[in-house]
Structure formats: structure tokens, C-alpha cells
């Protein structure tokens, strides 16, 4: 079988750089990602290909090539429903924020109500991919409801869930690791559905790479893969505490350990915390799983990795309160970065977010500078918290546009994402115009530290000894702190 139509729904971080890679590599297939919130999509169909909603290197490239040859973007979702034979579902799957499950399940309102707008449209039969990241067994919920309320119609449930890494979408993309496609191998229309995605896939992943399972391998693998990742930061994250206590220096930890084989270097780095919408939600997922199932001791190991997450953000706010002489009321902070991550825009779940609510709960004056994240976002983030009314936010934190107006007259800066323009910066400038001491707290230990001393600098960073300025700097500083 050869698909000639396919339709996305959801147009967020994955449905949005995804479809637009399908569509480059499948000149031949028509691709059509649909949202229901038409801001978005208008802003996917921007004459000014740099406009588009997600910031991601490569990407405007990506979608200049396909949009408008095979490449669409709209709002009429039963329309594309209707003319596909192949729909990806990619639509947000939150942690639930009520009821039964709270704090923990996915909440699979979204998915299901796609379930059921593609049960009343359909009107041929249609392979439904899951590409949102998705409990184990979920596909058996979508097909009654599919098989429930059709119009007589087959459809073959696949999960193919998504592996890229925000902020190298475009990379992961061209060049996956592997493909998962988890499918019914044991009827003959499974084996079709899953060799009709393998075909898509084909046209630019070698077959090697392209794994088929069972479908609850495949929906089970995405957790793993996740909560994997997630445990190495932690891991490091718990020996970069003891570090500070020990005089060990958790970087020439990592790169020892890492040279390990059985290791590896990747996800070693020691920071503030990780961030952004997948690890936290999918591991709170993987553990009321393990709970539904009775499995206590999994649900509790996995538990541990938030755990030692929280207490990662909290102990870097905490700790910039104690290092300015236990008050930072009414003092100006500076943070350097918003987004969870660099080379990106997104900010969900970044430990920003929390540092910076933190602080404003000890009274600072924030002011935040991020290449790519707009000020309305950031106060949304905050409001979302609910820790104070929107109006004490935007009199208390303010977001400027430029580095240097962020750090001027500040206290202290503390660096939050480690976008690669921060140590072109000139230091030195900022330093002078700061007060003093003039403290740095290096939230991803991307500064170089003996340089910032000897400019004066009293920096903290994770998991390292804090480094005083240098003696003269000291007396100079001293006499002008003022
Ligand atoms: P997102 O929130 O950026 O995008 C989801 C989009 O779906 C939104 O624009 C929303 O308006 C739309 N939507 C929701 N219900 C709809 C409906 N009934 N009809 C039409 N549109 C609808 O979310 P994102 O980040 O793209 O994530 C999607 C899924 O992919 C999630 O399950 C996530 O866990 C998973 N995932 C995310 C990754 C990431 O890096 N963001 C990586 C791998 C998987």
C-alpha cells in the first residue's frame, strides 16, 4: 500500500517539525498538519518563512522547501481526516490537574477527543499512527473507541512515538538514531499498516535503523527512553551535591566517567535541572502505571528522579539567597536564560521558572534576557504557578531585550540556559557595571570561571568549589561597593 494523503493533527514542537520533514523527503505524499488553535497555524503559514510559531535551527529551511508543494497547514481538520489514508496523532498529553490520577497520569482528553472526531468523519478505513507519547496500551482504548462509534470503517492503530530532542529537531530528524514503529504483526492488515509507515520513513532512514514491534513495546520503549535519560541527569545532578561538600569537581567526574564505555559521555552534564514537557510528565506517568499495577518499589524508584530534580532547582535558588548575605530582598537579579534549554523557544517546565519564583517569593527584583523566549511567555509561565496575582509578576520581574541592560546594576546573575551567545559576552563590562561583589551563579557551567574571577567575579557553580574574586579585585571591589 502506498500512501498518497496523510494528516497531522496537533502542529506543536513534534507535529510541526516532524510533518515538514516527511513531506521534504516524500515529494510524492500530500502533508497536512491541522490544529484547532488558528493562531498557530496562521503563524505556520506566515509569508515570512522565519515567523513560523517554533524556533528550531534548520527548520524555516525545512518548511520553505515543502510548504505549499505537499506541505499544508490548516485549521479544517475534518476536511484533512477525510482525505487522508494515514493520520498521525500528535496532539499535547499533559500530566492530568484533576481528579483521579492527578499531579501524575497523562491527562488523554486530547487524544481521545481526536479519537472520536476521526470515528465520525472517516468514512474509509484509515491506519491512525499514535506519535504523542502515550501510556502502555493506549492503542487498545482508541480502537473501541474507533471500532465503537465508526462507520463501519477498519482501522489499524501503529505507535510510532517520537524521539527527537528540542533544539536539534531538524538533526534528529534527517539522521534518527532509529525509528520505532510498534504495529499488529499477527493479521495481514497490520503487517500492511506497518510496512506502508516503514515505506514513508524509507525514503530517507535506512531500513536498518527502522525497528518494528509490538505496538506495547513500542508505546512502553518512549517512557523507558525517557525516564532513562532523565536518571542520568538526576544521577549527576545527586553526585554534584556531594561534590560541593567533598572538593571533588563533578565536571572531571563526568568526563571520567564517562570515557567509561559502559557508560558513555552523553547526559553527564550537572546543571540546574532539567526542564522542558517530556521527562517530568512521562516519568510521573511511568510511575502511577507502576502504582496502577501495584508496583510499589518501580513506581518509587523512578519517583526518585523528579524528587532529586525538585531538590536540584530549590538548592540553586536556595542557595543564591544564602550566598547574598541570606536576603535578596529588593535586589536585582539578573537571570540569563528562560528557555529549558538552548536553541530553543520552549520554555515549558524550565527550571527557570521555578528559580525565578523562588525569589520572588524572597522579595528580588528580577530581570530576565533570553534570545528567543517573548516576554508574554514568560509571564504566562509565571501566572501559571498561580504563586501571586499577574500584576505583583510584571511590577516584580521585568524582561528586556538586551543582555547588558539585564546585568546592569544587578547583584547577582544567574545563568539559566546555556545558549552559546552568553560566553561570547563581554564580561568584563558587565562586571563592571554591576554592584558589588558582583556574584555569578553558573546554573549549566558553561562560564569560564578563572577568567571570571580574575575580571572580580565571585562565582558559583554546580557541583564545583564557589571561586572568590581575586584579592585585589576584592579591595577595589570593597572600596566601591558603596
Ligand atoms: P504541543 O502542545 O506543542 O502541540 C500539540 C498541539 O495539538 C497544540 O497546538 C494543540 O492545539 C493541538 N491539539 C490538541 N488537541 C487537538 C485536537 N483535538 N485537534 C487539533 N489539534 C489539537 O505539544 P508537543 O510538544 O508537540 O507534543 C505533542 C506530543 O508529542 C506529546 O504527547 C509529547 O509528549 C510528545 N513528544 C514531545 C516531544 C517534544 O520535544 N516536545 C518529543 C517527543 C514526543
Known sequence: MKIKNICCIGAGYVGGPTMAVIAQKNPEIKVTVVDINKERIAAWNDENVENIPIYEPGLSAVVAEARGRNLFFSTEVDKAIDEAEMIFISVNTPTKTYGIGKGMAADLKWIELCARQIARVAKEDKIIVE??????????????????????????????????????????????????????????AGKIATQALVDVYASWVSEEKILTTNVWSSELSKL????FLAQRVSSINAMSELCEHTGADVNEISRAIGMDS????????????????????????LVYIAKSFGLNEVADYWEQVIIMNDHQKRRFAENIVKTLFNTVSGKKIALL??????????????????????????????????????????????DYLGSRNPEENRNLLKVVEKPYTACKDAHAIAVLTEWDEFKAYDWENIYNCMLKPAFL??????LDRKKLAN????????GLPAVQMSKEKKLTSLATAG
Open 131 to 188: 506519535k504523542s507519547t502515550l501510556p502502555v496500551r493506549t492503542a487498545e482504548a482508541l480502537k473501541s473507541i474507533l471500532d465503537n462509534t465508526g462507520n463501519g470503517v477498519n482501522f489499524q492503530i501503529l505507535s510510532n512515538p517520537e524521539f527527537l530532542a528540542e533544539g536539534t529537531a531538524i538533526d534528529d530528524l534527517h539522521n534518527p538514531d532509529r525509528i520505532l514503529i510498534g504495529g499488529d504483526s499477527s493479521s495481514k
Open 455 to 462: 575580571l572580580g567575579f565571585a562565582t558559583n557553580s554546580i
Open 262 to 285: 559502559r557508560i558513555g559521555p552523553k547526559f553527564l552534564k550537572a546543571s540546574v535541572g532539567f526542564g522542558g514537557s517530556c521527562f517530568q510528565k512521562d516519568i510521573l506517568n
Open 337 to 382: 536564560g528562560w528557555a529549558f534549554k538552548k536553541d530553543t523557544n520552549d520554555t515549558r517546565e524550565s527550571a527557570a521558572i521555578y528559580v525565578a519564583d523562588y525569589l520572588l517569593n524572597e522579595r528580588a527584583e528580577i530581570v530576565v534576557y533570553d534570545p528567543k523566549v517573548k516576554a508574554e511567555q514568560i509571564y504566562a509561565d509565571l
Open 441 to 446: 551563579f553558573d546554573g549549566r557551567n558553561i
Open 224 to 227: 523507558t527512553a525517557n525516564a
